[in-house]
Protein backbone atom coordinates (compact mmCIF):
# COMPACT_ATOMS: atom_id res chain seq x y z
CA UNK A 1 0.00 0.00 0.00
CA UNK A 2 1.05 3.37 -0.85
CA UNK A 3 1.97 6.08 1.47
CA UNK A 4 0.91 9.71 0.98
CA UNK A 5 2.12 13.02 1.77
CA UNK A 6 0.13 16.87 1.94
CA UNK A 7 0.42 18.94 -0.81
CA UNK A 8 -0.39 22.41 -1.48
CA UNK A 9 0.81 24.95 -3.81
CA UNK A 10 -0.63 27.95 -2.89
CA UNK A 11 1.01 29.96 -5.82
CA UNK A 12 -1.87 29.09 -8.13
CA UNK A 13 -4.91 31.04 -7.89
CA UNK A 14 -7.47 29.09 -6.85
CA UNK A 15 -4.78 27.20 -4.88
CA UNK A 16 -4.13 23.27 -5.11
CA UNK A 17 -4.69 21.46 -1.89
CA UNK A 18 -4.67 17.77 -1.61
CA UNK A 19 -2.91 14.77 -0.81
CA UNK A 20 0.18 13.36 -3.06
CA UNK A 21 0.95 9.35 -3.49
CA UNK A 22 4.00 9.29 -5.36
CA UNK A 23 4.54 6.29 -7.72
CA UNK A 24 7.63 5.07 -9.97
CA UNK A 25 6.67 5.68 -12.98
CA UNK A 26 6.65 8.93 -14.62
CA UNK A 27 3.17 9.29 -14.82
CA UNK A 28 0.43 11.09 -12.87
CA UNK A 29 -3.27 11.07 -11.97
CA UNK A 30 -5.53 13.82 -10.69
CA UNK A 31 -8.38 12.47 -8.96
CA UNK A 32 -11.20 14.76 -6.94
CA UNK A 33 -14.64 14.51 -5.40
CA UNK A 34 -18.36 14.49 -5.97
CA UNK A 35 -20.24 16.95 -4.64
CA UNK A 36 -20.80 15.90 -0.82
CA UNK A 37 -17.26 14.92 -0.40
CA UNK A 38 -13.97 15.87 0.08
CA UNK A 39 -10.38 14.63 -1.30
CA UNK A 40 -10.50 12.11 1.75
CA UNK A 41 -13.25 10.01 1.02
CA UNK A 42 -12.99 6.34 0.99
CA UNK A 43 -13.47 5.27 -2.60
CA UNK A 44 -10.46 8.43 -3.82
CA UNK A 45 -7.68 7.05 -1.20
CA UNK A 46 -8.34 3.50 -2.31
CA UNK A 47 -8.41 4.02 -6.11
CA UNK A 48 -5.20 6.95 -5.45
CA UNK A 49 -3.88 4.07 -3.86
CA UNK A 50 -3.97 1.17 -6.10
CA UNK A 51 -2.96 3.55 -9.12
CA UNK A 52 0.10 4.63 -6.90
CA UNK A 53 0.74 0.79 -6.23
CA UNK A 54 0.91 0.49 -10.09
CA UNK A 55 3.42 3.13 -10.72
CA UNK A 56 1.21 6.17 -10.87
CA UNK A 57 1.74 9.37 -8.86
CA UNK A 58 -1.01 10.68 -7.57
CA UNK A 59 -2.49 13.90 -6.27
CA UNK A 60 -6.15 14.07 -4.70
CA UNK A 61 -7.18 16.79 -4.52
CA UNK A 62 -10.12 19.59 -2.88
CA UNK A 63 -11.56 21.51 -5.69
CA UNK A 64 -11.95 25.01 -4.89
CA UNK A 65 -15.78 25.09 -3.40
CA UNK A 66 -14.50 22.02 -1.08
CA UNK A 67 -11.67 24.92 0.14
CA UNK A 68 -13.74 27.45 1.10
CA UNK A 69 -16.46 25.61 3.06
CA UNK A 70 -15.77 22.32 4.93
CA UNK A 71 -19.73 21.24 4.63
CA UNK A 72 -22.65 21.43 1.72
CA UNK A 73 -22.22 21.10 -2.04
CA UNK A 74 -20.72 23.32 -4.72
CA UNK A 75 -22.89 26.55 -5.59
CA UNK A 76 -24.24 27.06 -9.17
CA UNK A 77 -21.43 29.40 -9.39
CA UNK A 78 -18.45 27.45 -8.45
CA UNK A 79 -18.06 24.92 -11.64
CA UNK A 80 -15.97 27.46 -13.68
CA UNK A 81 -13.62 28.10 -10.77
CA UNK A 82 -13.61 23.88 -9.85
CA UNK A 83 -12.62 23.66 -13.17
CA UNK A 84 -10.11 26.35 -13.05
CA UNK A 85 -8.94 24.56 -10.16
CA UNK A 86 -8.45 21.70 -11.98
CA UNK A 87 -6.53 23.03 -14.38
CA UNK A 88 -3.98 23.86 -11.85
CA UNK A 89 -3.89 20.61 -10.41
CA UNK A 90 -2.60 19.84 -14.04
CA UNK A 91 -0.02 22.45 -13.72
CA UNK A 92 1.17 21.52 -10.45
CA UNK A 93 1.07 17.95 -11.25
CA UNK A 94 3.40 18.74 -14.66
CA UNK A 95 6.08 19.95 -11.94
CA UNK A 96 5.88 16.20 -10.40
CA UNK A 97 5.97 14.47 -13.30
CA UNK A 98 7.57 14.15 -16.71
CA UNK A 99 5.40 11.74 -18.66
CA UNK A 100 1.44 11.43 -18.94
CA UNK A 101 -1.30 13.39 -17.02
CA UNK A 102 -4.78 11.84 -16.43
CA UNK A 103 -7.36 13.61 -14.83
CA UNK A 104 -10.52 11.98 -13.36
CA UNK A 105 -13.11 11.68 -10.16
CA UNK A 106 -16.35 10.58 -8.64
CA UNK A 107 -19.26 12.37 -9.59
CA UNK A 108 -19.58 15.83 -9.76
CA UNK A 109 -15.66 15.84 -9.54
CA UNK A 110 -15.65 13.65 -12.56
CA UNK A 111 -17.98 15.83 -14.59
CA UNK A 112 -16.22 18.95 -14.37
CA UNK A 113 -12.97 17.18 -14.90
CA UNK A 114 -14.72 15.99 -18.25
CA UNK A 115 -15.84 19.59 -19.00
CA UNK A 116 -12.41 21.14 -18.42
CA UNK A 117 -11.29 18.74 -21.15
CA UNK A 118 -13.93 19.55 -23.60
CA UNK A 119 -12.47 22.95 -23.16
CA UNK A 120 -8.91 22.21 -23.81
CA UNK A 121 -6.90 19.43 -24.18
CA UNK A 122 -4.64 19.40 -21.09
CA UNK A 123 -4.40 15.85 -20.02
CA UNK A 124 -4.18 12.60 -21.54
CA UNK A 125 -7.13 10.66 -20.58
CA UNK A 126 -9.94 10.86 -18.23
CA UNK A 127 -11.50 8.48 -15.08
CA UNK A 128 -15.03 9.23 -14.62
CA UNK A 129 -16.24 7.43 -11.36
CA UNK A 130 -19.49 7.63 -11.31
CA UNK A 131 -20.37 10.18 -14.12
CA UNK A 132 -23.99 11.73 -12.91
CA UNK A 133 -25.61 11.45 -16.39
CA UNK A 134 -27.87 13.35 -14.96
CA UNK A 135 -30.46 13.80 -11.27
CA UNK A 136 -32.42 10.74 -10.08
CA UNK A 137 -35.81 10.33 -11.65
CA UNK A 138 -34.53 13.26 -14.03
CA UNK A 139 -33.62 10.92 -17.40
CA UNK A 140 -34.79 14.00 -20.06
CA UNK A 141 -32.17 16.30 -18.71
CA UNK A 142 -29.00 14.50 -19.98
CA UNK A 143 -25.08 16.40 -19.26
CA UNK A 144 -24.03 15.13 -22.07
CA UNK A 145 -23.79 18.27 -24.41
CA UNK A 146 -20.17 18.52 -23.98
CA UNK A 147 -18.75 14.67 -24.30
CA UNK A 148 -18.27 15.41 -28.24
CA UNK A 149 -15.74 17.60 -27.59
CA UNK A 150 -13.70 15.22 -25.56
CA UNK A 151 -10.83 13.94 -27.44
CA UNK A 152 -9.08 11.86 -24.67
CA UNK A 153 -9.04 8.09 -23.83
CA UNK A 154 -12.51 7.39 -21.01
CA UNK A 155 -13.41 5.11 -18.35
CA UNK A 156 -16.56 4.97 -17.09
CA UNK A 157 -17.02 3.21 -13.72
CA UNK A 158 -20.83 2.79 -12.93
CA UNK A 159 -22.75 1.28 -10.53
CA UNK A 160 -25.81 -1.14 -11.85
CA UNK A 161 -28.12 0.64 -9.01
CA UNK A 162 -26.44 4.24 -9.42
CA UNK A 163 -29.96 6.57 -10.26
CA UNK A 164 -27.76 9.11 -11.92
CA UNK A 165 -27.61 7.15 -14.68
CA UNK A 166 -28.16 3.40 -15.79
CA UNK A 167 -26.12 0.77 -17.03
CA UNK A 168 -27.65 1.61 -20.67
CA UNK A 169 -27.59 5.11 -20.31
CA UNK A 170 -23.47 5.58 -19.77
CA UNK A 171 -23.35 3.01 -22.56
CA UNK A 172 -25.30 5.24 -24.96
CA UNK A 173 -23.26 8.64 -23.59
CA UNK A 174 -20.12 7.16 -23.65
CA UNK A 175 -20.37 6.51 -27.64
CA UNK A 176 -20.67 10.25 -28.27
CA UNK A 177 -17.09 10.61 -27.24
CA UNK A 178 -15.31 11.01 -30.26
CA UNK A 179 -11.90 9.11 -28.14
CA UNK A 180 -11.62 5.63 -27.28
CA UNK A 181 -13.89 5.08 -24.53
CA UNK A 182 -14.58 1.88 -22.07
CA UNK A 183 -17.19 0.99 -19.53
CA UNK A 184 -16.25 -1.07 -16.29
CA UNK A 185 -19.73 -2.01 -14.86
CA UNK A 186 -19.78 -2.40 -10.97
CA UNK A 187 -22.57 -5.02 -10.14
CA UNK A 188 -24.53 -4.30 -7.33
CA UNK A 189 -23.40 -0.74 -6.40
CA UNK A 190 -25.21 2.65 -6.35
CA UNK A 191 -23.32 6.15 -6.99
CA UNK A 192 -20.77 5.53 -4.68
CA UNK A 193 -19.56 2.77 -6.00
CA UNK A 194 -20.09 0.08 -2.85
CA UNK A 195 -17.77 2.66 -0.60
CA UNK A 196 -20.47 3.89 1.60
CA UNK A 197 -19.31 4.65 5.66
CA UNK A 198 -16.79 2.10 5.97
CA UNK A 199 -17.96 0.15 3.70
CA UNK A 200 -15.44 -0.69 0.70
CA UNK A 201 -16.06 -3.38 -2.32
CA UNK A 202 -12.30 -4.24 -2.07
CA UNK A 203 -11.03 -5.43 -5.55
CA UNK A 204 -12.57 -2.54 -7.65
CA UNK A 205 -9.59 -0.14 -6.90
CA UNK A 206 -7.79 -3.00 -8.96
CA UNK A 207 -10.53 -3.58 -11.34
CA UNK A 208 -10.45 -0.08 -12.11
CA UNK A 209 -6.37 -0.01 -12.79
CA UNK A 210 -6.73 -2.69 -14.50
CA UNK A 211 -9.39 -1.38 -16.96
CA UNK A 212 -7.55 2.04 -17.39
CA UNK A 213 -4.72 0.82 -18.11
CA UNK A 214 -5.93 -1.53 -20.67
CA UNK A 215 -7.60 1.80 -22.05
CA UNK A 216 -4.61 3.89 -22.61
CA UNK A 217 -2.14 1.21 -23.43
CA UNK A 218 -3.82 0.48 -26.74
CA UNK A 219 -5.92 3.63 -27.45
Same mark, same amino acid.
Given at each position: ??????? +?? =? =????????????????????????????????? $?????? +???? +??????????????????????????????????????????????????????????? +????????????? $??????????????????????????????????????????????????????????????????????????????????????????????
Amino acid at each position: MSTFETF +AD =S =SLEPAVRGFFHRGGSSDGLILTHGAGGNAQMGL $LVAVAE +AFAD +AGFTVLRCDLPFRQVRRFGPPRPGDAARDREGLRNAVEAMRKNVTGRIFVGGQSYGGRQ +ASMLLAEEKIADG $LLLLSYPLHAPARPDRLRTEHLPKIEVPTLFVSGTRDPFGTIEEIDAARKLVPAKTALLQVDGAGHDLGFKGKARVQELPQRVVQSFLNLIDVA
